[in-house]
């Protein structure tokens, strides 16, 4: 299986609802890095947080990081319909100077 | 604005024809990439550059081709080896190279279709 992994597949919520995306990963890491890609878009960078972080915000995104667990979380509080997206993790290896990208979740925000 | 420019973002060919996609960048950024997408699955790398005139295979390198020729440009060619050529594909750079310090910037990607 791949590097990164998100779960949920799918998230569907209202409006102003919180959405929860985990990743998981296999090996070392030396960042975790995510990215927003809207329908028949190229993807935009949202947070990169480094191994020796454990949390990092902006704006309305917070995300976790727990290497014990080889897992990150990427919040997004009071949702709007304008997040209705797919949402990637990618892991920046420590060893072999490769970026893995998870196969995302898709999040769908019901106005 | 600074970006990364993709084109067409609609193509479509012929099995058996070779054709290049466009990726032009304004950053001035070193690095380079050319990923795959194909639905349901996470991106995959095709080809990389760190400087100009040099090029790395990725994961899924085989019947692609590059060039880096100049610092804004990094064109890729699917050619008629690739056995299944259809899929979206994204060009990226970033300001540091393969250690992934930095994020990747994205065109808006080219939808390639052969039949």
């Known amino acids: 299986s791949q590097q990164g992994e998100e779960d949920p597949q799918a998230l569907s919520i209202q409006e102003g609802e919180n959405a929860t995306m985990n990743c998981s990963y296999k090996?070392?890491?030396?960042?975790l890095q995510w990215y927003r890609q809207n329908s028949g878009r190229g993807l935009v960078h949202l947070i990169l947080?480094?191994?020796?972080?454990r949390e990092k915000h902006s704006g309305r995104l917070r995300v976790t990081l727990d290497t014990s667990k080889k897992s990150s979380s990427l919040l997004i509080t009071a949702s709007r319909a304008a997040d209705t997206a797919s949402y990637f993790c990618?892991?920046?290896?420590?060893?072999?100077?490769?970026?893995?990208f998870g196969a995302g979740t898709i999040l769908r925000v019901k106005s | 604005d600074g970006g990364i420019t993709q084109s067409p973002k609609y193509l479509f060919r012929k099995e058996g024809q070779n054709v290049t996609l466009s990726c032009e960048q304004n950053?001035?950024?070193?690095?380079m990439y050319w990923y795959r997408q194909d639905p349901g699955q996470g991106l995959r790398l095709i080809y990389y550059?760190?400087?100009?005139?040099?090029?790395q295979k990725g994961d899924i390198a085989e019947g692609y081709s590059v060039s880096r020729e100049k610092k804004e440009s990094f064109p890729l060619t699917v050619t008629s080896a690739q056995k299944n050529p259809t899929a979206f594909y994204l060009c990226?750079?970033?300001?540091?190279?393969?250690?992934?310090?930095?994020?990747?910037?994205f065109g808006n990607g080219t939808r390639l279709t052969v039949t």
């Open positions: 990226a750079s970033s300001m540091t190279g393969i250690t992934y310090n930095s994020p990747l910037h």
């Open positions: 090996t070392s890491i030396n960042n």
């Open positions: 947080i480094r191994s020796n972080e």
């Open positions: 990618a892991t920046a290896m420590e060893y072999g100077n490769k970026l893995v």
């Open positions: 950053l001035n950024h070193d690095a």
């Open positions: 550059s760190q400087i100009v005139n040099d090029f």
